[in-house]
């Protein structure tokens, strides 16, 4: 009985960690952007709607950039902490998702939509709480991994080795900021996984119950506001990945390139009074936001954490 429940957790597993692998280089850079590194001076362009601005590389611009300075393999920085922090992540949740059990709770095989509207609303409130429980303890679980992989990428912007090697890694964070080092940037994480599955949760039921009839209409209730809630919460996972780098001794988490923080609340404050909080949320179409200047009737960035003006000049 346990094995065919083994079976096919292991062979989803197997298959997210190839599709993790493939697509490393995107998040990759993703993570390099999201700390506010930009080596690449934006270009004067328009918008779609023709207001000149100054546009960034792409996601797949950036990958390129890497490739150029760390060659093919040095675009999968991070891979091995990332993939093991995955294998956590999907293990740890299905076995604390399937010891949640609710007193009296029945008719888990049938479908949500053929249970009389108390019951719906029952299961609905009980399977938030069984997400949170299960997303909460596995982020706690997984965070230090994720810690690793986030610095052991960032080493790009300074071109360090500190963070080579696996276990060698975890000797560096615990050497470079103590056993909270191992849980640098939770807080913020958290508040956007919990506050995403709330809004989903309740959002889905929401619209279900009073907006949406139609039986298969409703399928795609959940996923169109699961895009809409990690949109919002995005901003939470920029800062997270700033504090994780913050103040660790690399380059990366400190001045210039980035100011050392007092606490997440102080990274949100800084980001957001300089329009940083969506970085990396684009991968084609990304501008530059920060203040500008006019040089030769063109808008130039300037920004005394990124030296792009001296590199256009």
């Known amino acids: 009985m346990n094995q065919t429940k083994e079976e096919p957790l292991w062979s989803r597993i197997a298959v997210r960690i190839l599709v993790n692998t493939i697509s490393h ?19 004067p362009t328009t918008t779609l709607f023709g207001t000149p601005a100054l546009a960034l590389p792409t996601v797949f611009e950036y990958v390129r950039y890497i490739k150029n300075v760390d060659g093919f393999t040095g675009c999968y920085r991070g ?89 060698h890694s975890f000797i560096e964070v615990y050497r470079a900021n103590g056993i909270m080092g191992f849980y640098a940037g939770l807080v913020p994480r958290l508040l956007a996984n919990t506050a995403a599955i709330i809004m989903v949760g309740v959002s889905t039921y929401v619209i279900n119950k009073y907006v949406i ?28 990945h700033c504090m994780a780098v ?15 923080y007092d606490s997440w609340l102080h990274c949100w404050a800084h980001l957001a009074a300089t329009n940083q909080l969506k970085r990396g949320s684009s991968i084609l179409w990304r501008y530059y936001t920060g203040p500008k200047v006019i040089v030769n009737g063109k808008p130039v960035p300037i920004n005394e954490e990124k030296p792009f003006l001296k590199r256009i000049l």
């Not at 069984?130 to 986030?150: W, Y």
């Not at 988490?253 to 100011?259: A, E, F, I, K, S």
């Open 213 to 240: 009839q139609d039986r298969e209409a409703k399928t795609y209730t959940s996923p169109t506001m699961t895009f809409l809630a990690t949109t919002i919460t995005y901003p939470l996972l920029v800062v997270s």
């Open 79 to 167: 891979l091995v902490p990332k993939l093991c922090a995955f294998t956590l992540n999907e293990y740890v949740y299905e076995k604390t998702a399937s010891c949640i059990v609710f007193e009296n709770e029945k008719n888990t095989d049938v479908d949500i939509e053929d249970l009389p509207e108390p019951e719906k609303r029952k299961r609905c409130i009980q399977d938030i709480i069984r997400e949170l429980i299960s997303k909460i303890v596995v982020i706690v679980v997984r965070h230090p991994l994720d810690v690793i992989a986030t610095r052991t990428m960032a080493q790009f912007v300074g071109g360090e080795t500190k963070y080579n090697g696996f276990f």
């Open 246 to 260: 913050n103040n660790c001794g690399l380059v990366a988490g400190l001045p210039p390139q980035m100011p050392i």
């Open 25 to 43: 280089p995107i998040d990759y850079a993703k993570v390099l952007i999201q700390i506010g590194h930009e080596p690449i001076p934006p270009r």
